[in-house]
């Protein structure tokens, strides 16, 4: 059996990190859009805003949860 050696915090540091960067996975990588998705072209108006029009799925009695005040209740279901 070999003794274990002694490897200073930075050279470890530098191992880990240099293994860190070769798992990753490569980012330069070209994103290709997914074309089975409908996705509608930005328009703008005149003073450059974005323009925004509902779906043609969407109704005025739709829920809107940036229109009022509400309290939210998180809680963790434990039955199940």
Do not use: C
Not at 44 to 53: H, M, P, Y
């Amino acid at each position: 059996m070999h003794p274990v050696r002694y490897v200073p915090r930075s050279a470890m540091l530098l191992i880990l990190l240099f293994g860190m960067i070769e798992a990753a996975p490569a980012q330069d990588r070209e994103l290709v859009p997914d074309a089975s998705i409908p996705i509608p072209a930005l328009q703008f108006d005149k003073s450059g805003a974005l323009v925004i029009r509902a779906s043609s799925t969407s109704s005025q009695h739709d829920f809107d949860y940036l229109v009022g005040t509400w309290k939210l209740r998180n809680s963790k279901w434990l039955h199940g």
